[in-house]
T-cell receptor, first 115, second 114 residues
Framework: AQSVSQHNHHVILSEAASLELGCNYSYGGTVNLFWYVQYPGQHLQLLLKYFSGDPLVKGIKGFEAEFIKSKFSFNLRKPSVQWSDTAEYFCAVNAGAGNNRKLIWGLGTSLAVNP | SQTIHQWPATLVQPVGSPLSLECTVEGTSNPNLYWYRQAAGRGLQLLFYSVGIGQISSEVPQNLSASRPQDRQFILSSKKLLLSDSGFYLC?????????????FGDGTRLSIL
């Protein structure tokens, strides 16, 4: 069965530290990959997405992610985090065929950035 | 631009009472619509999705049902709530014609069952 694994459930960093959140998926076909972010008290919003082309994608707020097909990974990175990056981060994979493809979600990573 | 509205934001209901959560989308036609439940540390669980009026797919057996009476309206219901139905419910939409598009979420409903 298709699945998405986020390796870190809770991450605590100090401001200006670098961030990398891991995401691996299990599906052998064509995938579309997403990272969503949920700031405290706010709705889920799209951070970045990969459909095709350059495997290094840039999103909002200085985030980027790299799709490594051979590793089935789509890790999220930011070179220098800010206190305002404190949030929950979800990796999701859209896999399958036809109009009934569904997003498969990781369990999320809670990031706390200390000022 | 497209917007999604979900209400109520919070709801407290007694066990055994009925439920109706509503979600509407504006600014797009024939969207795919989704209901999720989000639990702390457990990510998002897809409950229902719909690709058109009257078309509902259920992902997990449960005490809830969904309906899509209009193109941009998606309703989550229950005839008799259970304690285990407590949680945070999210509605989402995506462009219907292209299934690889990202989903856009509402603000969610916090449901507490007493």
């Amino acid at each position: 069965a298709q699945s998405v694994s986020q390796h870190n459930h809770h991450v605590i960093l100090s401001e200006a530290a670098s961030l990398e959140l891991g995401c691996n998926y299990s599906y052998g076909g064509t995938v579309n990959l997403f990272w969503y972010v949920q700031y405290p008290g706010q709705h889920l919003q799209l951070l970045l997405k990969y459909f095709s082309g350059d495997p290094l994608v840039k999103g909002i707020k200085g985030f980027e992610a790299e799709f490594i097909k051979s590793k089935f990974s789509f890790n999220l990175r930011k070179p220098s985090v800010q206190w305002s990056d404190t949030a929950e981060y979800f990796c999701a994979v859209n896999a399958g065929a036809g109009n009934n493809r569904k997003l498969i979600w990781g369990l999320g990573t809670s990031l706390a950035v200390n000022p | 631009s497209q917007t999604i509205h979900q209400w109520p934001a919070t709801l407290v209901q007694p066990v055994g009472s009925p439920l109706s959560l509503e979600c509407t989308v504006e600014g797009t036609s024939n969207p795919n619509l989704y209901w999720y439940r989000q639990a702390a540390g457990r990510g998002l669980q897809l409950l229902f999705y719909s690709v058109g009026i009257g078309q509902i797919s259920s992902e997990v057996p449960q005490n809830l049902s969904a309906s899509r009476p209009q193109d941009r309206q998606f309703i989550l219901s229950s005839k008799k709530l259970l304690l285990s139905d407590s949680g945070f419910y999210l509605c989402a939409w995506s462009v219907g014609a292209r299934s690889n598009q990202p989903q856009h979420f509402g603000d969610g409903t916090r449901l507490s069952i007493l």
